[in-house]
């Protein structure tokens, strides 16, 4: 139990039970999905950019509880960040996931230590990341929704 | 029903053994089953003592691998009640076995405004070599619908009244919906679309090694099924296809072992089923097929198939007490195959069946290959715990305690 416990940490489920920023964007300017065939989940990130800057970031799709609590937590790791910052962010996520390092400063996203000892999961936490950088990428643009 | 049964467990290897601390209990038979000794020293005895290529050989060892290989073939031919051995091709497995039918059949057969029925329980195995067949030939793939807000109605044969018009060239159905536990009737099915001239393609993957089948008496033109889903190896399946329809099927891929006679120009085929075979064949799991074939006719396959449903009616049953639970297919008292798939309002089905893991019970979490379906009903993803010959109602206690406890983790129970 204890493996499944460091898995879905508190944080973890209550980012899951309450997501925070989920729901489409008004006046998104930029959008970008992801989706994971092996096992259905599929999240989409939506942007709304004050210059370089992320000003405002929702998300919306299903998944299981990791997949949930991730992208949920990546909105608020993502506010206000620019692509390179976002991308620094990402490298230290994806590090996180992959050898279940904690970072140097205290950060929620830690949380996300226990997912390495299940690497069919990992996937599942990085998919809502992924879709974040390509909307970054994109030309701002309005976006329907 | 487990006195029987729970003397089976100790011929298969592999479920001796703890998997999170728990002993395993193994509840992934539709994906793939388990393998009894007698399969695994069969592969091996192949190996050991008879290793060689088959056909055209002249030597001991050639001689003894083309006998192992063509009663294997023989035996498969007593397994589904073919008339004839010739009807019998092996394939790397049921996927194979369709995509043979496509393009070595319907490729040559089908044109603009023919239709292919199909059914929306089908695995993506049966329906996409049919969405590729007919983006080939100008034809339309049209589903026969599945009844019910929880799939539970089975096949609408009020609407497959309907549809089966003289333009219909093949109807492509599951004998046994690998997600839902429906049986399907096939012999009615198959009457049906002879009435009307057309062919009968059955997914036969969840219905062979569960029950007697008679492809005869079925009535079926086509049917395709896996070894490794009816405790023979993983690499091998069958296409049985009736003789007449074999003989005039254009081979599917070229090579060695399916000419009679090549020239620099052209060749011309043997007749089936070596037509279908280039290239070195899967003796050895073959020869393991065969054994697999003994293995449970020793057993009995209709007492393997009433254990199985009995089983997957207690665990139906059990597992509709809890709460927040949606359980798909037919419901309880209906016949059901071996199999269960259900979703929690609350977890997700990759939470369910990791969290399973840890409790030493293997489930499957996904959309099973059948993603227009989930989609259909809604659902993203569901739970399956599927049965086989080995398991027991202790296994089913073990699946609905680790539920138990998952719910009470997210705090949904």
Same mark, same amino acid.
């Given at each position: 139990?204890?493996?499944?416990?460091?898995?879905?940490?508190?944080?973890?489920?209550?980012? =899951?039970?309450?997501?925070?920023?989920?729901?489409?964007?008004?006046?998104?300017?930029?959008?970008?999905?992801?989706?994971?065939?092996?096992?259905?989940?599929?999240?989409?990130?939506?942007?709304?950019?004050?210059?370089?800057? &992320?000003?405002?970031?929702?998300?919306?799709?299903?998944?299981?509880?990791?997949?949930?609590?991730?992208?949920?937590?990546?909105?608020?790791?993502?506010?206000?960040?620019?692509?390179?910052?976002?991308?620094?962010?990402?490298?230290?996520?994806?590090?996180?996931?992959?050898?279940?390092?904690?970072?140097?400063?205290?950060?929620?996203?830690?949380?996300?230590?226990?997912?390495?000892?299940?690497?069919?999961? &990992?996937?599942? +936490?990085?998919?809502?990341?992924?879709?974040? &950088?390509?909307?970054? =990428?994109?030309?701002?643009?309005?976006?329907? =929704? | 029903?487990?006195?029987?049964?729970?003397?089976?467990?100790?011929?298969?290897?592999?479920?001796?053994?703890?998997?999170?601390?728990?002993?395993?209990?193994?509840?992934?038979?539709?994906?793939?089953?388990?393998?009894?000794?007698?399969?695994?020293?069969?592969?091996?005895? #192949?190996?050991?003592?008879?290793?060689?290529?088959?056909?055209?050989?002249?030597?001991?060892?050639?001689?003894?691998?083309?006998?192992?290989?063509?009663?294997?073939?023989?035996?498969?031919?007593?397994?589904?009640?073919?008339?004839?051995?010739?009807?019998?091709?092996? @394939?790397?497995?049921?996927?194979?076995?369709?995509?043979? /039918?496509?393009?070595?059949?319907?490729?040559?057969?089908?044109?603009?405004?023919?239709?292919?029925?199909?059914?929306?329980?089908?695995?993506?195995?049966?329906?996409?070599?049919?969405?590729?067949?007919?983006?080939? @030939?100008?034809?339309?793939?049209?589903?026969?619908?599945?009844?019910?807000?929880?799939?539970?109605?089975?096949?609408?044969?009020?609407?497959?009244?309907?549809?089966?018009?003289?333009?219909?060239?093949?109807?492509?159905?599951?004998?046994?919906?690998?997600?839902?536990?429906?049986?399907?009737?096939?012999?009615?099915?198959?009457?049906? +679309?002879? +009435?009307?001239?057309?062919?009968?393609?059955?997914?036969?993957?969840?219905?062979?090694?569960?029950?007697?089948?008679?492809?005869?008496?079925?009535?079926?033109?086509?049917? !395709?099924?896996?070894?490794?889903?009816?405790?023979?190896?993983?690499?091998?399946?069958?296409?049985?296809?009736?003789?007449?329809?074999?003989?005039?099927?254009?081979?599917?891929?070229?090579?060695?072992?399916?000419?009679?006679?090549?020239?620099?120009?052209?060749?011309?085929?043997?007749? !089936?089923?070596?037509?279908?075979?280039?290239?070195?064949?899967?003796?050895?799991?073959?020869?393991?097929?065969? !054994?697999?074939?003994?293995?449970?006719?020793?057993?009995?396959?209709?007492?393997?198939?009433?254990?199985?449903?009995?089983?997957?009616?207690?665990?139906?049953?059990?597992?509709?007490?809890?709460?927040? &639970?949606?359980?798909?297919?037919?419901?309880?008292?209906?016949?059901? !195959?071996?199999?269960?798939? #259900?979703?929690?309002?609350? /977890?997700?089905?990759?939470?369910?069946?990791?969290? +399973?893991?840890?409790?030493?019970?293997?489930?499957?979490?996904?959309?099973?290959?059948?993603?227009?379906?989930?989609?259909?009903?809604?659902?993203?993803?569901?739970?399956?715990?599927?049965?086989?010959?080995?398991?027991?109602?202790?296994?089913?206690?073990?699946?609905?305690?680790?539920?138990?406890?998952?719910?009470?983790?997210?705090?949904?129970?």
């Amino acid at each position: 139990m204890s493996d499944l416990t460091d898995l879905y940490q508190a944080v973890i489920l209550d980012h =899951n039970k309450r997501p925070r920023n989920r729901g489409k964007l008004p006046q998104a300017t930029r959008v970008a999905s992801g989706d994971n065939p092996t096992c259905g989940d599929n999240c989409t990130v939506y942007l709304k950019m004050e210059g370089e800057k &992320i000003g405002e970031i929702s998300f919306e799709g299903s998944g299981c509880a990791i997949s949930q609590a991730s992208a949920s937590l990546m909105t608020t790791q993502l506010q206000g960040k620019t692509l390179a910052e976002a991308e620094s962010e990402f490298d230290e996520f994806k590090n996180i996931v992959t050898t279940g390092e904690e970072p140097a400063d205290f950060s929620e996203v830690a949380a996300f230590a226990g997912v390495h000892a299940f690497p069919a999961r &990992i996937k599942c +936490a990085t998919l809502s990341w992924h879709a974040a &950088i390509d909307a970054l =990428n994109k030309p701002d643009q309005p976006v329907e =929704n | 029903m487990s006195s029987d049964f729970s003397n089976l467990r100790v011929d298969f290897p592999v479920l001796d053994q703890h998997v999170g601390g728990h002993p395993l209990v193994y509840l992934d038979n539709a994906a793939t089953t388990h393998k009894p000794r007698a399969v695994i020293d069969a592969v091996a005895r #192949f190996y050991e003592r008879d290793n060689s290529n088959v056909h055209r050989g002249l030597h001991a060892l050639s001689m003894r691998a083309t006998d192992g290989y063509e009663a294997a073939r023989a035996r498969t031919a007593r397994f589904i009640n073919a008339a004839d051995s010739a009807e019998i091709v092996f @394939t790397s497995g049921t996927t194979a076995s369709v995509n043979l /039918v496509a393009q070595g059949w319907a490729r040559d057969n089908l044109k603009s405004g023919d239709v292919v029925l199909c059914t929306e329980m089908e695995h993506h195995s049966n329906m996409v070599p049919w969405q590729i067949v007919c983006q080939q @030939t100008g034809a339309t793939l049209k589903y026969i619908p599945v009844l019910g807000e929880d799939a539970e109605g089975g096949l609408d044969m009020e609407a497959l009244d309907q549809l089966l018009t003289e333009q219909v060239k093949l109807v492509a159905f599951t004998h046994i919906s690998n997600t839902l536990g429906t049986i399907n009737p096939a012999a009615e099915i198959c009457a049906k +679309a002879r +009435a009307v001239g057309a062919l009968t393609m059955v997914d036969g993957a969840q219905s062979a090694g569960h029950e007697d089948v008679d492809v005869q008496a079925m009535g079926c033109d086509f049917y !395709a099924f896996s070894g490794h889903k009816m405790a023979a190896p993983t690499g091998i399946g069958v296409l049985y296809g009736r003789r007449e329809l074999l003989d005039h099927m254009s081979p599917w891929q070229g090579g060695g072992g399916m000419i009679s006679v090549v020239r620099y120009d052209a060749s011309e085929w043997k007749p !089936a089923p070596e037509r279908f075979e280039a290239g070195t064949p899967n003796v050895a799991d073959a020869v393991g097929m065969h !054994a697999a074939m003994d293995y449970l006719d020793s057993v009995g396959r209709p007492k393997i198939g009433q254990h199985e449903a009995e089983l997957a009616a207690l665990a139906y049953d059990r597992l509709s007490e809890l709460p927040g &639970i949606r359980l798909l297919g037919p419901r309880s008292g209906e016949p059901r !195959a071996g199999l269960v798939s #259900f979703a929690f309002a609350d /977890v997700h089905a990759h939470d369910v069946v990791t969290f +399973a893991d840890q409790d030493g019970v293997a489930l499957r979490g996904g959309h099973h290959c059948n993603q227009p379906l989930m989609h259909k009903l809604g659902l993203p993803s569901t739970t399956r715990a599927s049965f086989y010959l080995y398991n027991t109602p202790e296994d089913v206690d073990a699946l609905v305690t680790s539920m138990r406890r998952i719910l009470n983790f997210f705090g949904a129970g």
